[in-house]
């Protein structure tokens, strides 16, 4: 089994967290699966094409770091497997970052990529694995049936299957993948824009430990299920951080664009004990979103409980 030349140096944020800051844990080279957070962002990344808000100008002047859309990488070391949860507009950096963290750049292309729906940011990257790029080979690409037949049925996607570059495998809800010995993955049903696809968000599992991802859905209470009881029966939840509160678009009704407001979710989760809140890790950021360039709007999540994703997070699993 061969590990990163520079696995020493990882680090990985745990779950748990104090009212105040994150724990920090030395990377530990006997995990043999992991997950590493490779994006964070909403569908447009940051900085956002088009705007011209204080924002975006942060990035353009230097003051901050561009962040790439939400994407996972699964690892199992032990099988020498590597998974994609979403295929984004940035998958080819995206791709390279999994492969030099995990030491298998021999990989042409991932094991397995698992797709939540058919947004732009977490399906497009798809096309990198077509004939003008990597001509993959039969890339196994794990879908949902609305999604799976919008990829057979058009355009440019049509082609990745006809020319065999991916090969589709159908996704039931509440039906789990058994990807590695150790490592299986459950996709479920959640509430949100469906022009095209269903949503869905990914329990992933190894051993005992449970990692709930849910990176898009409208308000949570059109789901069925009750988030802070999905919470309670995990052991990390990376949840939809889109916006932070009402009023953060402008020109824009933010009921066209439904989604749990950080302080909505925080409230829901008000009552539990530390060790729920500290479970709570808030990805999918858009650009607005001050979490991403106000300090003052990070502390105030930190202070309450919850945790921030970062790109290069690392989870033991």
């Given at each position: 089994?061969?590990?990163?030349?520079?696995?020493?140096?990882?680090?990985?944020?745990?779950?748990?967290?104090?009212?105040?800051?994150?724990?920090?844990?030395?990377?530990?080279?006997?995990?043999?699966?992991?997950?590493?957070?490779?994006?964070?962002?909403?569908?447009?990344?940051?900085?956002?094409?088009?705007?011209?808000?204080?924002?975006?100008?942060?990035?353009?002047?230097?003051?901050?770091?561009?962040?790439?859309?939400?994407?996972?990488?699964?690892?199992?070391?032990?099988?020498?497997?590597?998974?994609?949860?979403?295929?984004?507009?940035?998958?080819?950096?995206?791709?390279?970052?999994?492969?030099?963290?995990?030491?298998?750049?021999?990989?042409?292309?991932?094991?397995?990529?698992?797709?939540?729906?058919?947004?732009?940011?977490?399906?497009?990257?798809?096309?990198?694995?077509g004939?003008?790029?990597?001509?993959?080979?039969?890339?196994?690409?794990?879908?949902?049936?609305?999604?799976?037949?919008?990829?057979?049925?058009n355009?440019?996607?049509?082609?990745?299957?006809?020319?065999?570059?991916?090969?589709?495998?159908?996704?039931?809800?509440?039906?789990?993948?058994?990807?590695?010995?150790?490592?299986?993955?459950?996709?479920?049903?959640?509430?949100h824009?469906?022009?095209?696809?269903?949503?869905?968000?990914?329990?992933?599992?190894?051993?005992?430990?449970?990692?709930?991802?849910?990176?898009?859905?409208?308000?949570?209470?059109?789901?069925?299920?009750?988030?802070?009881?999905?919470?309670r029966?995990?052991?990390?939840?990376?949840?939809?951080?889109?916006?932070?509160?009402?009023?953060?678009?402008?020109?824009?009704?933010?009921?066209?664009?439904?989604?749990?407001?950080?302080?909505?979710?925080?409230?829901?989760?008000?009552?539990?004990?530390?060790?729920?809140?500290?479970?709570?890790?808030f990805i999918?950021?858009?650009?607005?979103?001050?979490?991403?360039?106000?300090?003052q709007?990070?502390?105030?999540?930190?202070?309450?409980?919850?945790?921030?994703?970062?790109?290069?997070?690392?989870?033991?699993?």
């Open positions: 089994m061969r590990f990163p030349k520079f696995v020493g140096l990882l680090l990985f944020y745990c779950c748990a967290c104090t009212a105040n800051k994150q724990h920090v844990s030395v990377f530990n080279p006997k995990d043999d699966c992991y997950l590493i957070v490779l994006g964070i962002t909403q569908d447009g990344g940051y900085p956002h094409a088009g705007c011209q808000r204080e924002c975006c100008r942060l990035v353009f002047s230097g003051k901050q770091q561009p962040k790439l859309p939400v994407c996972l990488g699964l690892v199992d070391r032990r099988a020498g497997k590597m998974f994609l949860i979403e295929a984004t507009p940035a998958f080819a950096e995206q791709w390279r970052r999994l492969q030099q963290t995990a030491d298998m750049q021999e990989k042409r292309a991932p094991d397995g990529i698992f797709l939540t729906h058919a947004h732009i940011g977490h399906y497009t990257g798809l096309m990198q694995l004939r003008e790029v990597m001509g993959a080979k039969n890339a196994p690409v794990w879908a949902m049936p609305r999604m799976e037949k919008f990829l057979r049925e355009g440019p996607w049509s082609q990745l299957v006809s020319l065999q570059n991916i090969d589709l495998h159908s996704l039931r809800a509440d039906s789990t993948v058994q990807l590695t010995e150790n490592l299986r993955i459950t996709p479920f049903l959640v509430p824009r469906d022009e095209f696809s269903e949503t869905v968000g990914y329990r992933i599992e190894c051993r005992n430990k449970k990692v709930l991802f849910i990176p898009d859905i409208d308000k949570w209470e059109k789901w069925p299920r009750d988030i802070v009881e999905q919470v029966s995990a052991d990390c939840a990376l949840l939809d951080a889109t916006f932070f509160k009402d009023g953060e678009l402008t020109g824009r009704a933010m009921k066209e664009v439904p989604h749990p407001f950080v302080e909505e979710t925080m409230r829901r989760f008000a009552l539990e004990p530390a060790a729920e809140k500290n479970k709570v890790t999918h950021l858009n650009h607005t979103n001050p979490l991403l360039w106000e300090e709007a990070r502390k105030e999540v930190l202070k309450a409980g919850f945790s921030l994703a970062k790109e290069g997070m690392v989870i033991g699993l």
